[in-house]
């Protein structure tokens, strides 16, 4: 009954490699979510898809970059990761209209060596 | 830019005992205030919601009380117990768009 799915679950990549995290959802929701949660920390939202409508936040760096093909799946893209970012990345997603509700995926943590 | 501030930052309690946790928030049209709950390398999990047009909610040993006017929400734990320790974020949803803003967490820790 996985309704959001990330993969994978544990990530070690190298300093300046770049890596790719994957999300997906059977949820049939709209709205996807990147959010980086660093030990002891809020989540931060990085950016959110609203169908396919991409936006930004504005402290989001560069660095980080995301593609959302389809309905079910979405990606996050550090294109070269320092050793600040190593983190837990949340996926989530949510349904336009009157359910305001938030679905989150177990995460994936990245550890950059 | 919007925001909400959470306290305490860590809060123990004897088991049995109650507790509160209190969240403000900035933006007077946020019309959805969740609560969190996440455990040590697990994801946050929706414990409890209010929306702003309802002063408070309750299910079993938590409640969220909602204050408009003040722009406050408290999340409050009866009865509480060892496995409530965890840390909690209240959020509210960003009026005219899909974002949440979360706040800085709260580490609950239930003393047996």
């Known amino acids: 009954d996985a309704m959001v799915i990330q993969n994978p679950r544990y990530?070690?990549?190298q300093f300046g490699k770049p890596v790719t995290l994957s999300c997906s959802q059977t949820l049939n929701h709209n709205v996807m979510y990147w959010y980086q949660q660093k030990s002891s920390q809020a989540p931060k939202l990085l950016f959110h898809y609203y169908d396919k409508d991409f936006n930004n936040e504005a402290d989001t760096p560069d660095n980080f970059q995301s593609r959302r093909p389809n309905t079910s799946f979405c990606f996050l893209d550090i294109r070269s990761p320092g050793l600040g970012d190593a983190a837990m990345y949340l996926c989530a997603t949510s349904k336009s209209g009157t359910s305001y509700e938030q679905y989150f995926g177990p995460g994936t943590r990245l550890t950059v060596t | 830019?919007?925001?909400?501030?959470?306290?305490?930052?860590?809060?123990?309690?004897?088991?049995?005992?109650?507790?509160?946790?209190?969240?403000?928030?900035?933006?007077?049209?946020?019309?959805?205030?969740?609560?969190?709950?996440?455990?040590?390398?697990?994801?946050?999990?929706?414990?409890?919601?209010?929306?702003?047009?309802?002063?408070?909610?309750?299910?079993?040993?938590?409640?969220?009380?909602?204050?408009?006017?003040?722009?406050h929400f408290s999340l409050h734990i009866t009865e509480t117990q060892p496995e409530d320790s965890a840390v909690y974020f209240c959020a509210a949803r960003v009026s005219g768009t899909y974002k949440y803003i979360f706040g800085t967490g709260t580490r609950l820790k239930v003393l047996a």
Not at chain 2, 20 to 39: G, H, L, M, R
């Open chain 1, 11 to 13: 990530q070690v990549t």
């Open chain 2, 1 to 71: 830019g919007e925001n909400v501030e959470q306290h305490p930052s860590t809060l123990s309690v004897q088991e049995g005992d109650s507790a509160v946790i209190k969240c403000t928030y900035s933006d007077s049209a946020s019309n959805y205030f969740p609560w969190y709950k996440q455990e040590l390398g697990k994801r946050p999990q929706l414990i409890i919601d209010i929306r702003s047009n309802v002063g408070e909610k309750k299910d079993q040993r938590i409640a969220v009380t909602l204050n408009k006017t003040a722009k």
